[in-house]
Structure formats: structure tokens, C-alpha cells
């Protein structure tokens, strides 16, 4: 079985700042690993995806992260946020590509 | 490409009434999840159908929730009788079977809020 620990429930960061997101998973086999955002009263939208390759994956609006299978995790990171960033934030493992297990998520706040 | 389309958006009903949410899936999908959200926390799979048939369902409250994929297309969850623990929001997502567009897609969601 997956599992997925997101380590911090709560981010509080400056604008432009630095960010990084944890992500730990938990798999006995191969695991595709995904993180998406959440906007308030929205559905979940997919940053980025780690299927296999190259370990740094880039997603949209500048967010990228790294799959470190010696220390089973997917951080996600932004060299500079910005207010619109301000969301819920869920890492997210899979190891068929069929059933997803999503993290308790992580609430990012962009601090003017 | 047109999305998950999820309805209705937001629903309050009294505990012990019944109340139904409906699915379109991404045309062509033959996976659907159905995942409930309670404030705060992650989504949890409720159930996983491929095409019409459940993959997953061991999360599923049976005594009170149901779900069915006719065709497999379409879906509809229903809770019966509602209790005031299953205020959540339903999600509702599709993805194919391509390996590298392996994701899951998602709808906006149904508010459930139960008095």
C-alpha cells in the first residue's frame, strides 16, 4: 500500500520569497508521484507529475520538485512566490497510474 | 477539451434525507473516482470505477452511500440517510489509461453541508 506525508499542515512565506513544500511517501513498489493545488471553493489542478526520467520535474506557474528515492520524497519548491500562489496544497502518490493516495495537504500563505 | 463536470455545486440538506451528486467524466475517461474532502484534510477515495465497473470501493460507507457508472460514462453518487459527519465536499475525477498522461483530472466539486 501508498501513503504520502505532507510534514508541514501550515506555510506561512513572504512574497518573492523562497518556498519549499515536504512530501514523503511510503511504497513498496514503484510509485509515480504528483502534486496539485487547490484555490479556494475550486476543484484540484496538477502542478507537476514525476512518472520516471529526469528526478527534477518542472510544473506550471514556476513550481518545480524533486523525486529522491533514497529519502522517498518529492519536495516542492519556488525560488519566488507571489500572492496569486496562496492555496492548498496536496502531494499525491500512485503506483499503477490508477489509484491515487493524497497527502492532508499543506495551506500556503503569501505574505505581502 | 471540456473538463470533470460536477453537480450541483452546493447542496444543505437535514440529517436523514437522501441527496444524489452526478458526474461527467472527461469523454473517452475510463476511470472515475469519487473522493469526499472534509474541511482540512486530503481527499479520500471514496470509490474507483473502471468503466463500469468498481475497482475500489473498501472506503465507501455502505450502509448509507451508493455509487453507480451506467455505461460507463456517467456517475452518480448518492447518500442515504445523510448524517451530519458527511458535510464534505464530493470530487469527482477522471484519467485515462495513456501512461504518460497518467493524472488525475478533477471537477470543482459538490459542497455537501448537512443540518
Known amino acids: 500500500a501508498q501513503s504520502v506525508t505532507q510534514l508541514d499542515s501550515q506555510v506561512p512565506v513572504f512574497e518573492e520569497a523562497p518556498v519549499e513544500l515536504r512530501c514523503n511517501y511510503s511504497s513498496s513498489v514503484s510509485v509515480y508521484l504528483f502534486w496539485y493545488v487547490q484555490y479556494p471553493n475550486q476543484g484540484l489542478q496538477l502542478l507537476l507529475k514525476?512518472?520516471?526520467?529526469?528526478?527534477l520535474v518542472k510544473g506550471i506557474n514556476g513550481f518545480e520538485a524533486e523525486f529522491n528515492k533514497s529519502q522517498t520524497s518529492f519536495h516542492l519548491r519556488k525560488p519566488s512566490v507571489h500572492i496569486s500562489d496562496t492555496a492548498e496544497y496536496f502531494c499525491a502518490v500512485t503506483n499503477t497510474g490508477n489509484q491515487f493516495y493524497f497527502g492532508t495537504g499543506t495551506s500556503l500563505t503569501v505574505i505581502p | 477539451e471540456a473538463g470533470v463536470a460536477q453537480s450541483p455545486r452546493y447542496k444543505i440538506i437535514e440529517k436523514r434525507q437522501s441527496v444524489a451528486f452526478w458526474c461527467n467524466p472527461i469523454s473517452g475517461h475510463a476511470t472515475l473516482y469519487w473522493y469526499q474532502q472534509i474541511l482540512g484534510q486530503g481527499p479520500k477515495l471514496l470509490i474507483q470505477f473502471q468503466n463500469n465497473g468498481v475497482v475500489d470501493d473498501s472506503q465507501l460507507p455502505k450502509d448509507r452511500f451508493s455509487a453507480e457508472r451506467l455505461k460507463g460514462v456517467d456517475s452518480t453518487l448518492k447518500i442515504q440517510p445523510a448524517k451530519l459527519e458527511d458535510s464534505a465536499v464530493y470530487l469527482c475525477a477522471s484519467s485515462g489509461f495513456v501512461f504518460r498522461d497518467t493524472e488525475a483530472f478533477f471537477g470543482q466539486g459538490t459542497r455537501l453541508t448537512v443540518v
Open positions: 514525476y512518472l520516471s526520467g529526469s528526478t
